[in-house]
Nanobody, 114 residues
Framework: VQLQASGGGLAQPGGSLRLSCAASGSIFSINAVGWYRQAPGEQRELVANIMRGGSTNVADSVKGRFTISRDIAKNTVYLQMNLLRPADTAVYYC?????????WGQGTQVTVSS
């Protein structure tokens, strides 16, 4: 199974974006999927993850603003990002949770700026 992130772009502060992570096969073949991000000069960090059973977890820095969900029929995991802040600017990646080296793709750029 391969994972491909998409949906990034430019958003204004307070705006919203929805990222998609499309799996080439069944997402049930993956125990858990995570969204990660890396800002310039910073380490990559976990933003949110969803387990095979459907339970979710989001980082404190995005709690109440970001939501992770999935569409099993579409083999896709989403990251709904609301109330975006300039500090959310980063390249966003999806990967397994915990991450596996071979699943790091190019990610999708999210820029929050007025």
């Amino acid at each position: 199974v391969q994972l491909q992130a998409s949906g990034g772009g430019l958003a204004q502060p307070g705006g919203s974006l929805r990222l998609s992570c499309a799996a080439s096969g069944s997402i049930f073949s993956i125990n858990a999927v995570g969204w990660y991000r890396q800002a310039p000069g910073e380490q990559r960090e976990l933003v949110a993850n969803i387990m095979r059973g459907g339970s979710t977890n989001v980082a404190d820095s995005v709690k109440g603003r970001f939501t992770i969900s999935r569409d099993i029929a579409k083999n896709t995991v989403y990251l709904q990002m609301n109330l975006l802040r300039p500090a959310d600017t980063a390249v966003y990646y999806c990967n397994t949770y915990p991450p596996r080296f071979e699943f790091w793709g190019q990610g999708t750029q999210v820029t929050v700026s007025s």
